[in-house]
C-alpha cells in the first residue's frame, strides 16, 4: 500500500517505524491518515520479522488531535449513523505486538489518545500532553476520560479534561503517564533502543506479556491474575522457554526462535 500520509519505515530489519507526516496540520489525525495508520500497523504486525513497532510524529507534533476542520461539519447521523471517527480508531487495539509511541511535542486530544492506545510512552522533554476537547464543546471520544485516569489518576485527569490544562513531559513521567523523558534529540535512538531490547526476547513471550499487563485493565484482580498464570504456564509449552532457560544456565545468550 502507498501511504501519503504516514512515512513507513524498518530499523535492523525488526523494528517498524510509523512517522505521522500532516507537518502543516500539526499530524492532526483524519480517517485518510487513520486508515493507513491502521494498516501499516496491521502490516507490520503480520510481518515475522518484526518484533516491536514505533508510532512518532514530528518534533513540534506528535499530533494535535482528530482533524477538527473535518469533524465540524459532523452531525450525529454522520458520527454515530456512519461511524466517522470510530471505526478505524480502535485498529491499534488489535495489534499483538509491542507499541511504542515516542513523542515529542504536542499530544493533544485524539493525539494523546493514541500515545496511550500504545504499550508504553517515551516523551522528548518538549512534549505536552492535553485533551483541550472541553474548548471545542466535546469531551474526549477515544478514550481520554478513561485512560487517562488510569494512567495519572482521578485528580489529574479531572483537571486535565475540565480545564484544558497541558502536561509537560516531566510531569507526565511523575504521573505515570511516560514511561521516560529524554532529550528532544535522543527521543529515537532511546526508543528505538528499547524497541530493539523488545526485538531480541521471544515474539511470544512479548506479546503474552503485553496481553497480561492488558488484561490488569479489563479485570478484577483475582481474575487478572489467573489470566497471567495461564499465560505463565502456557509458556512452558514454547521451544522459546527452554532455550531461554538452558541459555542461563549454560552463561550464554539465548537464541529465540519465536516458536
Ligand atoms: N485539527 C486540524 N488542524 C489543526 C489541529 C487540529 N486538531 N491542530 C492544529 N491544526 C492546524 C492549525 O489550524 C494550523 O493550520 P493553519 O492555520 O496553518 O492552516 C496549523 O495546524 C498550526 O497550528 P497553530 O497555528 O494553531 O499552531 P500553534 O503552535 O499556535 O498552536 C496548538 C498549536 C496545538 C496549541 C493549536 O494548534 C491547537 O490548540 N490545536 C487544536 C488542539 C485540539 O483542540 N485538539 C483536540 C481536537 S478534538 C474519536 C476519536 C478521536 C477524537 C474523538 C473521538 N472517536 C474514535 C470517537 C478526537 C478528538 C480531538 O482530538
Sequence with gaps: ?????????????????????????????????????????KAFDADEAIGCMIVTGSEKAFAAGADIGAMAQYSFADAYGRDYITRNWETIRSIR??????????ALGGGCELAMMCDFIIAADNAKFGQPEIKLGIIPGAGGTQRLPRAVGKSKAMDMALTARMMDAQEAE??????????????????????????????????????????????????????????????????DQKEGMDAFVNKRKPSFKNR
Excluded: W
Design 1 to 41: 500500500m502507498a501511504y501519503e500520509l504516514i512515512e513507513v519505515s524498518t530499523e535492523a530489519g525488526k523494528v517498524g517505524i510509523v512517522r505521522l507526516n500532516r507537518p502543516k496540520q500539526l499530524n492532526a489525525l483524519n480517517e485518510a491518515l487513520m486508515d493507513e495508520l491502521g494498516a501499516a500497523l
Design 97 to 106: 505486538k509491542p507499541v511504542i509511541a515516542a513523542v515529542s511535542g504536542f
Design 174 to 239: 511523575r504521573a505515570g503517564l511516560v514511561s521516560r523523558v529524554v532529550a528532544v534529540d535522543k527521543l529515537m535512538e532511546e526508543t528505538l533502543g528499547a524497541a530493539l531490547t523488545i526485538c531480541e526476547f521471544s515474539q511470544i513471550a512479548t506479546m503474552a506479556a503485553k496481553e497480561s499487563v492488558n488484561r490488569a485493565f479489563e479485570s478484577g484482580l483475582s481474575d487478572g491474575v489467573m489470566f497471567e498464570r495461564r499465560l505463565f504456564h502456557a509458556l512452558f509449552a514454547t521451544a
